[in-house]
């Protein structure tokens, strides 16, 4: 039997998703979960919405690590096989981290879309207008988005093998839907209720310039970005009541038994934004690391005092004015408007203003980007949409602390386990 849903009376909500093909990774059997029967008891709604959250926000710090590490942020010195390869950029659909990435967004996304049809049943004649509703659409968005960033292909709900332009074109269905029901729900509503909306609404047009910036649609990513104020910012949420609720960076670059460096290309800056300790320690494998410390975009940075870890508890901002800031820059391409927005950013970083035009301007533009969003999972997305018109950023030549040379990955790959068991993959 299947279930579907619309966004009721909301064009922008003609979005429809069975419950019959929702991923397979939610029919893990937990002794101390709910019955099926109970996830659609009116008196769990917040419960559903929490759990798409909780399952976004632990998929989004695992990505943040890895794809720094796929990208050309980090390296590592690591005992584990597995963590080197992937270092190396070097690995097969065997990999433990390209399998655990791309479990865990995808967990996220098809928490967000059965939280759809959940909703549905429980909100009746509300669904379409319910901030709730509207929330879980702009937190599934963003895992779509992850998925397209992150990986050459993804499958969906036991599909063929998606390409990033679908798996974006799929997030823009979504964060358009939260747009459109958190507007239904703030229509003559409270204060309280409409400030909350304008939060979902903005996450939503982050997400979706995002999206259509990965796609090389500058005009699209630019009517969204637009729209955001400046000072709007939206964070993932970590703590210290249990494994999984921590900043999972931590384990990489913590106080004792770090394994995770910055790369050299973002060592020597001496820029507040990605601040990095004045000598190296001891990796895993006894090799030279330099960990990096909290950057700018994670909670209780501040720029006097750079010494700071990342810890358990960083908060991590993974949408905000200041990426819309830039989305709606680049679609005009390098100008004056873009020569000083660059300034502004090199003043923040401690450096003396530039005269560039151009493709220095551009090239210098990127640059300040990568700054800004330092290990928040930007980069690896960036790096393959600077690749595909001509600009190669990622790392070459000699692996920093082995005698390997990188390898030539580009992105996350389908593991071998979803390959198997799922008889329509195949990769476009």
């Given at each position: 039997?299947k279930?579907?849903?619309?966004?009721?009376?909301?064009a922008?909500?003609?979005?429809?998703?069975?419950?019959?093909?929702c991923?397979?990774?939610?029919?893990?059997?937990?002794p101390?979960a709910l019955?099926?029967?109970?996830?659609?008891?009116?008196?769990?709604?917040?419960?559903?919405v929490?759990?798409?959250?909780?399952?976004?926000?632990?998929?989004?710090?695992f990505?943040?690590?890895w794809s720094g590490?796929?990208a050309d942020?980090?390296?590592?010195?690591?005992?584990?096989?597995?963590?080197?390869?992937?270092?190396?950029?070097?690995?097969?659909?065997?990999n433990d981290?390209t399998?655990?990435?791309?479990?865990?967004?995808s967990?996220?996304?098809?928490?967000?879309?059965?939280?759809?049809?959940?909703?549905?049943?429980?909100?009746?004649?509300g669904?379409g207008?319910?901030l709730?509703?509207?929330?879980?659409f702009?937190?599934g968005g963003?895992?779509?988005?992850?998925?397209?960033?992150?990986?050459?292909?993804?499958p969906?709900?036991?599909?063929?093998?998606?390409?990033?332009?679908?798996?974006?074109r799929?997030?823009?269905?979504r964060?358009?839907?939260?747009?459109?029901?958190?507007?239904?729900?703030s229509?003559?509503a409270p204060?309280?209720?409409?400030t909350?909306?304008?939060?979902i609404?903005n996450m939503a047009?982050?997400g979706?310039?995002?999206?259509?910036?990965?796609?090389?649609?500058?005009?699209?990513?630019?009517?969204y970005?637009?729209?955001?104020?400046?000072?709007?910012?939206?964070?993932?949420?970590?703590?210290?009541?249990?494994?999984?609720e921590?900043?999972?960076?931590?384990?990489a670059?913590?106080?004792?038994?770090?394994?995770?460096?910055?790369?050299?290309?973002f060592q020597?800056?001496?820029d507040?934004?990605?601040?990095?300790?004045?000598a190296?320690?001891?990796?895993?494998?006894?090799n030279?690391?330099?960990v990096?410390?909290?950057?700018?975009?994670?909670?209780?940075?501040?720029?006097?005092?750079?010494?700071?870890?990342?810890?358990?508890?960083?908060n991590?901002?993974?949408?905000?004015?200041?990426?819309a800031?830039?989305?709606?820059l680049?679609?005009?391409?390098?100008?004056?408007?873009?020569?000083?927005?660059?300034?502004?950013?090199?003043?923040?970083?401690?450096?003396?203003a530039?005269?560039?035009?151009?493709?220095?301007?551009t090239?210098?533009?990127r640059?300040?980007?990568a700054?800004?969003?330092?290990?928040?999972?930007?980069r690896?997305?960036?790096?393959r949409?600077?690749?595909?018109t001509?600009?190669n950023?990622?790392?070459?030549?000699?692996?920093?602390?082995?005698?390997?040379?990188?390898?030539?990955?580009?992105?996350?790959?389908v593991p071998?386990?979803?390959?198997?068991?799922?008889?329509?993959?195949?990769?476009p």
């Amino acid at each position: 039997m299947k279930t579907s849903f619309a966004v009721m009376g909301v064009a922008a909500g003609a979005l429809c998703i069975s419950l019959a093909a929702c991923d397979r990774v939610l029919t893990v059997t937990n002794p101390g979960a709910l019955d099926e029967g109970q996830l659609t008891d009116p008196a769990l709604e917040q419960f559903v919405v929490n759990g798409v959250i909780g399952e976004f926000q632990y998929a989004y710090g695992f990505y943040a690590l890895w794809s720094g590490v796929l990208a050309d942020e980090t390296f590592t010195d690591h005992t584990n096989v597995s963590v080197r390869q992937t270092s190396l950029h070097n690995f097969d659909d065997l990999n433990d981290q390209t399998t655990d990435v791309f479990g865990n967004l995808s967990r996220a996304r098809a928490s967000a879309d059965d939280g759809l049809v959940r909703l549905q049943a429980i909100l009746g004649a509300g669904y379409g207008k319910s901030l709730n509703v509207a929330r879980v659409f702009a937190y599934g968005g963003y895992s779509y988005v992850l998925l397209g960033e992150g990986y050459c292909d993804a499958p969906v709900a036991l599909s063929a093998g998606l390409p990033p332009a679908e798996l974006f074109r799929r997030a823009i269905v979504r964060f358009d839907s939260a747009i459109a029901v958190a507007t239904a729900a703030s229509a003559g509503a409270p204060a309280a209720t409409v400030t909350a909306a304008q939060d979902i609404i903005n996450m939503a047009r982050v997400g979706a310039a995002r999206a259509a910036l990965k796609m090389n649609d500058f005009a699209k990513s630019k009517g969204y970005a637009i729209l955001v104020p400046d000072t709007y910012e939206k964070l993932a949420y970590y703590s210290a009541n249990s494994v999984r609720e921590n900043n999972i960076v931590n384990s990489a670059a913590r106080t004792t038994g770090a394994w995770l460096s910055m790369t050299p290309v973002f060592q020597g800056l001496n820029d507040p934004r990605l601040p990095q300790p004045t000598a190296s320690r001891a990796g895993l494998n006894s090799n030279p690391i330099w960990v990096p410390f909290r950057p700018s975009q994670y909670s209780g940075w501040v720029a006097t005092n750079p010494t700071q870890i990342i810890d358990i508890t960083s908060n991590i901002r993974f949408a905000s004015g200041l990426e819309a800031k830039y989305d709606a820059l680049e679609a005009d391409g390098p100008n004056a408007a873009m020569l000083a927005f660059v300034n502004s950013r090199r003043a923040v970083g401690g450096k003396a203003a530039v005269n560039l035009s151009g493709a220095e301007l551009t090239a210098e533009f990127r640059w300040q980007r990568a700054y800004d969003f330092y290990l928040t999972g930007q980069r690896l997305g960036d790096l393959r949409r600077y690749a595909a018109t001509g600009t190669n950023l990622f790392p070459t030549g000699k692996y920093p602390v082995f005698p390997d040379p990188y390898g030539t990955m580009q992105c996350f790959i389908v593991p071998r386990s979803e390959k198997t068991g799922n008889p329509n993959y195949q990769s476009p």
